[in-house]
Nanobody, 125 residues
Framework: VQLQASGGGLAQAGGSLRLSCAAS????????VSWFRQAPGKEREFVSQ????????YYADSVKGRFTISRDNAKNTVYLQMNSLKPEDTAVYYC???????????????????WGQGTQVTVSS
């Protein structure tokens, strides 16, 4: 599965953006997909995960209540709706996938086998 992230851009604090992670391959529905982000000078951090089977979702505490992850397997796409954006949300956002993973949040980047190229999100105050 190859992943391509898009939808980043510039937003004002309090605004919204929707990121998309489009995948190639017929087995996308069997992949758990997560979003990570990396701000300048910081390590890559887990943002949100959606499982492949029941579609269970998980969020980092920093985005809970503001971000919503969803998937449309018919379109081979996972979305991250980001509302009430804050300047501290500024980062490059990456989508990552791992086949047939079902469980609690896989928050370590090393646990994923497939990565998209990243999309820049900048939130101004």
């Amino acid at each position: 599965v190859q992943l391509q992230a898009s939808g980043g851009g510039l937003a004002q604090a309090g605004g919204s953006l929707r990121l998309s992670c489009a995948a190639s391959g017929r087995t996308f529905a069997t992949y758990t997909v997560s979003w990570f982000r990396q701000a300048p000078g910081k390590e890559r951090e887990f943002v949100s995960q959606i499982n492949w089977s029941i579609g269970g979702t998980y969020y980092a505490d920093s985005v809970k209540g503001r971000f919503t992850i969803s998937r449309d397997n018919a379109k081979n796409t996972v979305y991250l709706q980001m509302n009430s954006l804050k300047p501290e949300d500024t980062a490059v956002y990456y989508c990552a996938a791992r086949a047939l993973f079902t469980g609690p949040p896989l928050m370590s980047a090393s646990g994923y086998t497939n990565w998209g190229q990243g999309t820049q999100v900048t939130v101004s105050s």
